[in-house]
């Protein structure tokens, strides 16, 4: 996913603010799910939701304003109810700005852990891809 930085994304100092980068992953990982037919409102109608269970986030160079941010997300690990994904954030020189995990959980309506469907564990193909 490509994303172009504003001067909103930015801190006083033209850096992107780091909280920032949580909307960025959000969007890559919508991206992800949309490419392999996954649509989280299709989900939300069966009851199934998930939620953010853990983030890491390593800042490894700043985006600065006016770069354009390829923002690379993959499945890396799937258990029952909880999938993970990795993320690798590029400029458009290629530079590392930053490296991501998010383990995300699914659960029911009640916010109880819930089991991933099989039918989302086949679209999403082969992990770590």
């Known amino acids: 996913m490509k994303k172009r930085i504003y001067y909103y994304d930015t801190d ?3 850096v992107v603010y780091y909280g920032n980068y949580l909307k960025y992953l959000e969007e890559a990982r919508s991206e992800y799910f949309e490419a392999r037919g996954v649509f989280v409102k299709d989900l939300h109608a069966q009851g199934i939701g998930f939620v953010v269970a853990r983030q ?21 690990n799937i258990s029952k109810a909880s999938m993970e994904f ?13 490296k ?18 099989e039918e989302v564990r086949t679209k999403l193909g082969s992990v770590g891809s």
């Open 12 to 14: 006083c100092g033209g």
């Open 56 to 76: 890491e986030i390593d800042y490894k160079s700043p985006g600065v304003y006016d770069d354009t941010l390829d923002i690379r997300a993959w499945v890396n």
């Open 86 to 98: 990795e993320y690798e954030i590029k400029n458009q020189t290629g530079r590392l700005v930053s």
């Open 100 to 117: 991501a995990k998010t383990v995300l959980v699914f659960v029911d309506k009640n916010m109880k852990p819930k089991a991933i469907p």
